[in-house]
């Protein structure tokens, strides 16, 4: 629609003194506008959809969270097919992806050393039950010696104004067993064993100096934690050159829903707009705008 109001089409024909030629070339470009303008509006939808909204799906991401363990390959394939298989090369100690969205069904997880073959047997394997609604953590644990994949179940459901969620995952060597406090000295965790989880628990929202609590003797270690109203987190406990390491993962938020992304070599899983489909609509856009300047430079030249 024109800034005066007018429609193009109408306008168009009326330069031509009633042609029959400007009128089709006319409609031709709104239905290109149109068209162009739909797509984008229904490719933005679905891709801006929460993912907590998808019906159908669970939720599964992937981690490395084993000190002495070397980098490593790691494929996510569906049981059924229902999705291409995924492969996430070079993941490395402390790596979390976000969480992925897949329909519920059956699907293996598989770990390789960093650059072998497909065709090379998997080091590690497990099977996963995805229900629709779940959300799960599927992580390679423990020493090298004694490396494992382990299943812990998440729970995403979002706690009530005034408070939000935490739990700790507890993926250092060096302290095998600690405890979480509050600054003001009240638990949220005790005697967590090294590779293992505990339940979420409630808190009181705020920006927090959480304090990790080793059992082995050790000073404590405080962490900086934004505790949203209503989110929910996991804590993620690492060792590092300099001792511990503690990441703060999102699981859920109150307004964003579960993030997703996929499995990433740097900094964790990584979150928006799929790019090469951004990239796609940007070009639709840019085929669309020149056909229908096309058309009316023809349409003026002919009248």
Same mark, same amino acid.
């Given at each position: 629609?024109?800034?005066?109001?007018?429609?193009?089409?109408?306008?168009?024909?009326?330069?031509?003194?009633?042609?029959?030629?400007?009128?089709?070339?006319?409609?031709?470009?709104?239905?290109?506008?149109?068209?162009?303008?739909?797509?984008?509006?229904?490719?933005?939808?679905?891709?801006?959809?929460?993912?907590?909204?998808?019906?159908?799906?669970? *939720?599964?991401?992937?981690?490395?969270?084993?000190?002495?363990?070397?980098?490593?390959?790691?494929?996510?394939?569906?049981?059924?097919?229902?999705?291409?298989?995924?492969?996430?090369?070079?993941?490395?100690?402390?790596?979390?992806? =976000?969480?992925?969205?897949?329909?519920?069904?059956?699907?293996?997880?598989?770990?390789? #050393?960093?650059?072998?073959?497909?065709?090379?047997?998997?080091?590690?394997?497990?099977?996963?039950?995805?229900?629709?609604?779940?959300?799960?953590?599927?992580?390679?644990?423990?020493? *090298?010696?004694?490396?494992?994949?382990?299943?812990?179940?998440?729970?995403?459901?979002?706690?009530?104004?005034?408070?939000?969620?935490?739990?700790?995952?507890?993926?250092?060597?060096?302290?095998?067993?600690?405890?979480?406090?509050?600054?003001?000295?009240?638990?949220?965790?005790?005697?967590?064993?090294?590779?293992?989880?505990?339940?979420?628990?409630?808190?009181?929202?705020?920006?927090?100096?959480?304090?990790?609590?080793?059992?082995?003797?050790?000073?404590?270690?405080?962490?900086?934690?934004?505790?949203?109203?209503?989110?929910?987190?996991?804590?993620?406990?690492?060792?590092?050159?300099?001792?511990?390491?503690?990441?703060?993962?999102?699981?859920?938020?109150?307004?964003?829903?579960?993030?997703?992304?996929?499995?990433?070599?740097?900094?964790?899983?990584?979150? =928006?707009?799929?790019?090469?489909?951004?990239?796609?609509?940007?070009?639709?856009?840019?085929?669309?705008?020149?056909?229908?300047?096309?058309?009316?430079? #023809?349409?003026?030249?002919?009248?």
């Amino acid at each position: 629609m024109r800034s005066d109001g007018q429609d193009p089409a109408t306008t168009d024909a009326a330069v031509g003194g009633g042609g029959g030629r400007g009128k089709v070339s006319s409609s031709i470009a709104r239905r290109i506008g149109i068209s162009a303008v739909s797509v984008l509006v229904l490719t933005i939808s679905t891709v801006g959809a929460a993912p907590a909204q998808a019906a159908g799906k669970g *939720y599964v991401r992937l981690a490395h969270l084993s000190p002495d363990t070397p980098n490593v390959d790691v494929y996510l394939s569906s049981q059924s097919h229902v999705i291409p298989e995924q492969v996430f090369p070079g993941v490395g100690y402390g790596i979390m992806s =976000g969480y992925l969205a897949l329909p519920a069904g059956g699907y293996t997880v598989a770990m390789r #050393r960093s650059g072998a073959p497909k065709s090379e047997k998997p080091v590690l394997t497990l099977q996963v039950s995805v229900a629709a609604g779940g959300a799960y953590t599927v992580a390679g644990v423990g020493r *090298y010696a004694e490396l494992g994949l382990k299943l812990f179940t998440d729970d995403l459901s979002l706690p009530s104004q005034g408070q939000a969620k935490v739990r700790v995952i507890q993926a250092s060597l060096g302290v095998p067993v600690l405890g979480l406090a509050m600054p003001d000295g009240s638990a949220i965790a005790q005697n967590v064993q090294f590779a293992t989880t505990t339940d979420y628990q409630l808190v009181t929202p705020g920006n927090w100096d959480l304090v990790i609590k080793p059992a082995n003797g050790r000073a404590d270690t405080e962490v900086q934690a934004d505790l949203g109203d209503g989110n929910v987190y996991s804590l993620l406990v690492l060792d590092s050159g300099d001792g511990l390491k503690a990441e703060l993962k999102t699981d859920a938020t109150r307004d964003g829903g579960v993030p997703a992304g996929g499995v990433s070599t740097g900094a964790g899983g990584a979150s =928006g707009p799929p790019w090469p489909l951004v990239a796609g609509i940007a070009l639709l856009l840019v085929v669309a705008a020149g056909a229908i300047w096309a058309i009316r430079r #023809r349409t003026t030249r002919e009248w």
